[in-house]
């Protein structure tokens, strides 16, 4: 069996950092200016004289004024849905600095490799209130005195560690997630207030 040239897994490893990186960057990039262009528009295309006359009929539709009232409220969508978003990346990277700072302290205190394997995927609904469940921590002491505990007690710790993880990936996803449906929302916000100014 050949053996692994060390150097290039140090290249790939290396690749693997800058474009981690880079992605992340673009990512913050586009959300933050995709919420600004929201907050933009909005403040651009509100106009209260054209909202002060309204009445809602289901015989005599004026579908200018309902496209004009659609994009409006699909803009404050991908408002929210951009705020929410950054409190999800802030947990994000909060919760991924902690699984690798807990990796470090127990391989440095006590020469033990935690979890590697594929977390596990969690339905829409565990995703979605991800944000406001508890989440387990791996405290320094434990880190230092695993190797004097019980097996019991070694296992209760792995289990947290891996539900750390599971809820890393997650909230992960739901950043993902999130811009796409920003994203959906401000085109659709643009298309529909074009149409509506086209119609009228």
């Known amino acids: ?4 040239d060390l ?5 790939y490893r290396q690749r693997n950092i800058r474009w981690t990186t880079e992605s992340l960057r673009q990512l913050s ?8 262009l929201s907050v933009g528009f909005l403040s651009f295309a509100f106009n209260p004289k054209y ?14 004024l309902t496209l004009y ?15 929410i978003l950054s409190i999800y990346r802030l ?8 699984v690798n700072q807990i990796r470090q302290r127990m391989y440095e205190h006590s020469t033990v490799k935690l979890d590697e394997g594929t977390p596990e995927k969690f339905g829409i609904w565990h995703r979605l209130t991800l944000f406001f469940r508890t989440y387990p921590n791996v405290t320094i002491d434990e880190c230092k005195n695993y190797k004097n505990l019980d097996e019991k007690e070694k296992g209760i710790i792995k289990s947290k560690f891996k539900k750390l993880r599971n809820i890393v990936h997650n909230l992960g996803l739901n950043t993902w997630r999130n811009t796409k449906l920003q994203t959906l929302c401000f085109g659709l916000c643009i298309l529909m207030y074009l149409t509506s100014i086209l119609i009228k």
């Open 1 to 4: 069996m050949e053996t692994p």
């Open 7 to 11: 150097e290039l897994i140090e290249e």
């Open 29 to 36: 990039f586009y959300n933050n200016f995709l919420l600004t």
């Open 51 to 64: 909202i002060g006359g309204l009445k809602f009929t289901v015989t005599n539709i004026e579908w200018s």
């Open 69 to 83: 009232l659609f994009s409006l409220i699909t803009i404050v969508l991908s408002i929210l849905i951009g705020l």
């Open 91 to 98: 947990q994000d990277f909060r919760l991924t600095r902690q």
